[in-house]
Nanobody
Framework: QVHLVESGGGLVQAGGSLRLSCTAS????????MGWFRQAPGKEREFVAA????????EYTESVKGRFTISRDNAKKTVYLEMNSLKPEDTAIYYC???????????????WGQGTQVTVSS
């Protein structure tokens, strides 16, 4: 019912920037909130950021506030994560997901796609 493709990851030095993209298909993208999650080696998957259906409300986990910005382009069915001032602890596989409108940390579907690897060196 949903297909998500993440892209834009790579290897970057601490302090650098990356812009991740997630393109959706299989349902009406603009009807849903979207979130970014990440999973580092040996760690549980954690919430990073989410944005509501219209793009006028967003929330972030404390560790990325002021550094990451989530946005979306409903015409392109794409959600973005602009990542600035990257730190080694940001190293993880980043996934996007369809999330709830009332609670944007709640994942509606367990289709995470392949994810995109972000590696930050010091």
């Amino acid at each position: 019912q949903v297909h998500l493709v993440e892209s834009g990851g790579g290897l970057v030095q601490a302090g650098g920037s990356l812009r991740l993209s997630c393109t959706a298909s299989g349902r009406t993208f603009s009807d849903y909130a979207m979130g970014w999650f990440r999973q580092a080696p040996g760690k549980e998957r954690e919430f990073v950021a989410a944005i509501n259906w219209s793009g006028d409300d967003a929330e972030y986990t404390e560790s990325v506030k002021g550094r990451f910005t989530i946005s979306r382009d409903n015409a392109k069915k794409t959600v973005y994560l602009e990542m600035n001032s990257l730190k080694p602890e940001d190293t993880a596989i980043y996934y996007c997901a369809v999330t709830g409108g009332a609670d944007m940390k709640y994942v509606l579907y367990n289709d995470w796609g392949q994810g995109t690897q972000v590696t930050v060196s010091s």
